[in-house]
Every structure is written in C-alpha cells, then in structure tokens.
C-alpha cells in the first residue's frame, strides 16, 4: 500500500527556541493515523509544516508523492485542513461560510454540505458570532470534508463537541475513509486514538517517541491490583510475574481483590515516563 504522507527527518526550530527535531514518519493511504501528545509536543507544528503553513529548516515533506515547498497548491487542493483554533468572519451566516470555503476551492460542494450539515446538526442560518464552541466546530468541519479530499487533517478536531456530534464525526470519518481517503487525527483524547485508529505517531517535547500500531502501543504486561487487606484499600500497577503476586499476598488476609487491565491512559502515562527515565 503507496504512503500518502512521508515525512523525513523534519526539523524546525522558532529563533532558537525548539519546534520539532528529527521527526520521520509515513502514513499509508486508507489509515486513520492517530498523532499524540500533550500540549507543545510538536504536534501542530509537524501539521503546519506538512501544510505549508510555515517553513521549515531541515527535512522532506512529501504528500501524495509530491513536495510540499514545490507542489504545495497541488497538494493542498486534495486536503481537508482543520486547525485546533478555527476562526472564522463573525458577521456571516454559517451557510455564506461554508460557500465561500467551497468557492475558494472552486467547486461546488453544496451536495455534500447539506449532507454534513444535516448529520452534524448545523443550523446554517446562524451568524457565526452567535455559534458556541462546538457548534464553530462543526462548521469547521463541514468545510474542511464537503469537497471530498484524498486526506484530511484535523487538529483537535472533537475538544467542545457533546458525545453524540463526537460519534457522528467519527461515522463520517470512517465513511470517507472507506471510500478511499486517509485522515491524520491529533488529538489528547486517548479512546479516539484507541478506538479509531490503526497507527499512531507519539510525539514529546519535539521529538518522536515512537511509530507503531496502536495494538502494539497500547499492549503491556502491567495490570492495575486492586484490594482490601487488613481493613485497608490499595491499588497499584503491578508488572512483575503474577505466580509471584498471589505468593506474595498469600500470607496476607485479603478481604477482596480485582485484577484487570490498566486504563489507556495508566498505558500512555507508563510510555511517558519509561520513555524519560
């Protein structure tokens, strides 16, 4: 399967203070590629790059085969962007909005608009100053999907929308993706990553930690021990042999015990910290 994104050794520094260093990774076309990390990790200025949004100082960014500081308006013409930070002109109407995103492109995307507006519950006759978050949100992604990209990029894409516009997001996603697109999602929320996702990229302090699947990020041997012994509760993270655990509580009057796997973000946080050490 061809690669659509294929980043090497992408470095970018603002003055002297650090961007990103080093950073390779490719994304495969059809992937729903998960990009994590917490805030100044690098993630948005990976994105930003990759976009031709800023420069960079050393590396290569191809997309679609093709070179973002030489073919940037070839490649941006099949790619659905969404900042972290949408801004839009408060003083007009969603639906004046979402056209002139369509005419800026040069299609006509009304089809498709009335389509993502209706699933994602868009009222297009609202001035955008009057939108909330979410709803700001939404129209920003109804212009990033309505002309139908190869890729998208969403940054953040799901910070404001209640539970069930996060679900419909993740439906339309999938569907487009299905048909042939590959979508870069940067998020902190670590269910999306683990549910939707096939591959992720884990960025800290500009770096890359690490490129795998997300079954193989997620996979660890610890297990969360929670239990009540000697009129005490206690809960830990216990990664050793588990013939050594019962051998070690056996001497011990255990009023009740639970053993299962550790939360997502017990995993991560794990990564985080071994990763450091």
Known sequence: MKNVIEIDNLTKYYGKHRGVTDVSFQ???????????????????????????????????????????????????????????????????????????????????????????????????????????????????????????K????????????????????KLIQEYVSEGATCMLSTHVLSEIKNYCQNAAIMKEGKLLCVDSVGNITRTNAKRVKLQREGRQESYLYKGDMNELVRDLAGYDIEDILIEEPALDEIFMHFYESESN
């Open 27 to 149: 994304v495969a076309e059809g992937d729903i590629f998960g990009f994590l990390g917490p805030n100044g990790a690098g993630k948005s200025t990976t994105i930003r790059s990759m976009l031709g949004l800023i420069r960079f100082q050393k590396g290569s960014i191809r997309i679609f085969d093709k070179d973002i500081r030489t073919d940037k308006e070839a490649i941006l013409s099949e790619v659905g962007y969404m900042p972290s930070e949408t801004m839009f002109y408060p003083a007009m109407k969603v639906k004046e909005m979402i056209q002139m995103a369509a005419e800026v492109r040069g299609k006509d995307c009304r089809k498709e608009a009335e389509k993502l507006c209706q699933r994602l519950q868009v009222d297009v006759d609202k001035k955008i100053s009057d939108l909330s978050l979410g709803n700001r949100k939404k129209v920003g992604i109804v212009c990033a999907m309505q002309h139908r990209p």
């Open 151 to 170: 890729l998208f990029v969403f940054d953040e894409p799901t910070s404001g929308l209640d539970p069930l516009m996060q679900s419909e997001f993740f």
